[in-house]
């Protein structure tokens, strides 16, 4: 975990019109590599923070948000992904393999804190550049998505 249980944290879109909050500390911190979550954010991997739903909630711009069902995934399952309809900035994920967790983009907040990675998935489409990321154990690098016991931790924070 990366913040105190008190705190609570800010973010927005790039033209600020989806606002958010989340409070207390996030309960995972991933790098994905997966080809649809380059492509969704334009990047070489993206870094999310994952909330219960309980600690994050839309503060503005609810009304902009517009959903992708990504169907075609890695998994066979369907990722519920929410963009800001006005610059298109990708704001959270959804996930069918943890319900009730918001998957914010860690980019989008607006101060910056001590993110710890808790683990590194779809390694086998990394780019060939990226190096390991330092405190990720290599029990906690997937070449593909996380073992059922990784989740079992993460949900365990609840």
């Known amino acids: 975990m990366s913040v105190p249980s008190d705190q609570a944290h800010t973010g927005s879109c790039l033209c600020k019109k ?4 989340t409070t207390g500390p996030d309960i ?3 790098v994905c590599h997966c080809t649809n979550c380059r492509r969704n954010n334009g990047s ?4 999310k923070a994952w909330f219960p739903d309980k600690r994050f909630e839309f503060t503005g711009g609810e009304d902009l948000l517009k959903q992708h069902d990504d169907s ?3 998994t066979g ?3 519920n992904r929410w963009f800001c309809s006005h610059c298109g900035s990708p704001i959270l994920t959804r996930s069918y393999r943890v319900p009730g967790i918001a998957i914010v983009n860690v980019g989008l907040f607006d101060e910056a804190w001590d993110w710890r990675i808790d683990f590194e998935q779809w390694r086998q489409s990394r780019m060939s550049f990226i190096e ?3 405190g990720v154990s290599d029990a906690s690098k997937y070449d593909d998505f996380p073992h059922k016991c990784e989740f079992e931790r993460v ?3 609840l």
Do not use: I, K, Q
């Open 18 to 21: 989806v606002t958010f909050r």
């Open 44 to 47: 070489t991997y993206t870094v």
């Open 72 to 74: 075609d995934t890695n």
């Open 132 to 134: 390991d990321f330092p």
């Open 28 to 30: 995972n911190c991933a």
């Open 155 to 157: 949900m365990a924070r």
């Open 77 to 79: 399952g369907v990722v």
